[in-house]
């Protein structure tokens, strides 16, 4: 029990999970992780802290980063739609400030990883969505670093789905990140 199928993505390191889901008339069973049967699949990963965050249609987190303290991140969709997204920030990637995203949901079940030295945001198409992730290192307040989610020279192609840019509900914080190339990162 508890296989998991991984795909790695267009970039490398960020991968999506599919876990096996066991259902029938009462409901289904699935794991959402396992130390072995990662590491099975050359997957090495340490997480040291859980996190949940509720959102109504419109929001758009992110892009978040950490600078001192990075965080990988495993993430999925408990209830609703998001669509996630990763922006590679590695100076020496062959993919620096190129950016993969993937739909999660209740339904499809999957995961995205995230590794260390990436941004990450999401934004939720469902009218409203509960987001679940696993963090590689512990969430430093002092330490948290921005990028602009529309900067033109990354281009994400969020999926908006008639919802003007200006109806997109954004934090105070995320309103006033720079462009990736005003913001220093250092991965």
């Known amino acids: 029990m508890g296989k998991f199928k991984i795909i790695k993505k267009e970039i490398e390191d960020v991968f999506t999970v599919e876990p096996t889901v066991f259902g029938d008339d009462r409901g289904y069973f699935m794991e959402t992780y396992n130390e072995n049967d990662f590491k099975d699949q050359g997957i090495n990963l340490t997480f ?66 995230i590794p260390k030295g990436f941004a990450h945001g999401f934004f939720v198409i469902s009218d409203e969505a509960e987001f679940v992730y696993k963090c590689t290192d512990f969430y430093a307040p002092d330490d948290e670093g921005g990028i602009l989610w529309n900067d033109p020279n990354i281009g994400i192609d969020w999926p908006l789905d008639g919802i003007n840019e200006e109806d997109i509900l954004l934090s105070e914080k995320d309103q006033n990140w720079k462009l990736m190339k005003d913001t220093k990162t250092n991965f």
């Open 48 to 113: 040291v802290q859980d996190n949940q965050s509720k959102s109504t249609k419109g929001v758009l987190r992110g892009l978040h980063f950490q600078y001192k303290h990075p965080q990988g991140k495993l993430v999925r969709v408990i209830r609703g739609k998001v669509f996630d997204v990763a922006v590679d920030l590695r100076k020496d990637s062959n993919t620096y400030g190129q950016w993969v995203g993937e739909t999660l949901s209740e339904d499809n079940k999957k995961q995205l990883f």
